[in-house]
């Protein structure tokens, strides 16, 4: 299938590593232009900076002319209860800094991104905006109040843009994955990955270019009907598997 993607400019956010390092490779496979923003990237960008994006954004437009696609990957995860409760007693909290780095980068960062790009798009005439969601977001999970809330977030941002921007002719779509064997992941202990596969109906963790292909297709005219949905690729992982 021609997803039509050669010559498109496509910017992934949070593209040094993992999944966005992979979807950075997928776009340039179909021959689009790619610009990776990231903060061990060149140029260094911080999603949470908002003059650090906009400038980028600019020089983007002023280097290539438009942005077709913009790809809000990048994330971090800082895992902790909520309470934790041991012999009768609060052994530790969440707290406040753990949070907040978890909502600037995941939530706010993907605001700040798309808020500098759409304007681009509407002058261009449209564009494609892909949001990285997760099953957490639909699920939550233990010990990621943060993360989970984020992941819940993005997928309002991805409904709430759909209804405001498909005027514009900008289609707007999250992904959700499921357990994905990225680095960091697969860094932890076997026992942990054990459980992530028995619990996958599948039998096997996703490769970071099952999301990367995810996106790929959600940027091309295969989908071009496709607005406003959040695509589960998560090897059939559902709530209580």
Not at 31 to 42: E, F, H, K, M, N
Not at 45 to 51: A, F, L, P, Q
Not at 224 to 241: E, I, N, P, R
Request: some cysteine; overall charge neutral; proline content about 2%.
């Amino acid at each position: 299938m021609d997803l039509n993607l050669k010559d498109k400019i496509v910017i992934v956010t949070g593209g040094a590593a993992g999944i966005g390092r992979a979807t950075v490779t997928r776009f340039e496979q179909e021959g689009a232009t790619v610009i990776s923003w990231d903060v061990v990237s060149d140029p260094k960008i911080d999603v949470t900076n908002k003059e650090q994006v906009e400038a980028a954004a600019n020089d983007v437009v002023a280097k290539y002319g438009r942005i077709d696609v913009l790809v809000n990957n990048a994330g971090i995860v800082r895992d902790s209860q909520l309470v934790k409760w041991k012999d009768g007693a609060v052994s530790s909290l969440m707290d406040d800094a753990t949070f907040d780095s978890v909502i600037a980068v995941n939530l706010k960062g993907v605001f700040v991104c798309t808020r500098a790009v759409v304007p681009h798009m509407i002058k261009a005439g449209g564009g494609v905006i892909l949001n990285a969601s997760s099953i957490v977001g639909l699920y939550g999970n233990f010990g990621q109040t943060n993360y989970a809330a984020t992941k819940a977030g993005v997928i309002s941002f991805t409904k709430t843009w759909a209804r405001e921007l498909g005027r514009f002719n900008i289609r707007v779509n999250a992904v959700a994955p499921g357990f994905i064997a990225t680095e960091m992941v697969k860094a932890m202990p076997d026992k942990i990955l054990d459980s992530m596969r028995q619990h996958t109906p599948l039998g096997c963790m996703g490769q970071p270019e099952d999301i990367a292909n995810a996106y790929a297709w959600l940027a091309s005219d295969a989908a071009k009907f496709v607005h406003g949905t959040v695509l589960s690729v998560d090897g059939g992982l559902v709530l209580g598997t």
